[in-house]
């Protein structure tokens, strides 16, 4: 199911509407998942802490350099560190 990736992955959220779980502007924490990558679907830690699938297009994903990486993480919620 899951591709497990060698670096963590984000995604800043686009969108205004459509979910109470995820802010417009915000940073979030994308969890690999090779099946919902071909649905063009993320795996993406949300505002409630939990991962949930969301469609791609409400996101644009961001490269963290890698030595910046670790504070992000730092600050993620708990279950995704």
Do not use: K, W
Request: negative net charge.
């Amino acid at each position: 199911m899951a591709n497990h990736e060698a670096r963590p992955a984000f995604a800043v959220c686009v969108v205004e509407n459509g979910t109470d779980d995820l802010t417009a502007g915000m940073l979030y924490r994308v969890l690999a998942d090779e099946t919902a990558d071909t649905e063009g679907l993320l795996r993406v830690v949300d505002d409630s802490g939990e991962d949930y699938l969301y469609p791609a297009h409400i996101f644009v994903r961001v490269v963290v350099p890698q030595d910046e990486e670790q504070r992000l993480l730092a600050v993620a919620p708990a279950n995704v560190a």
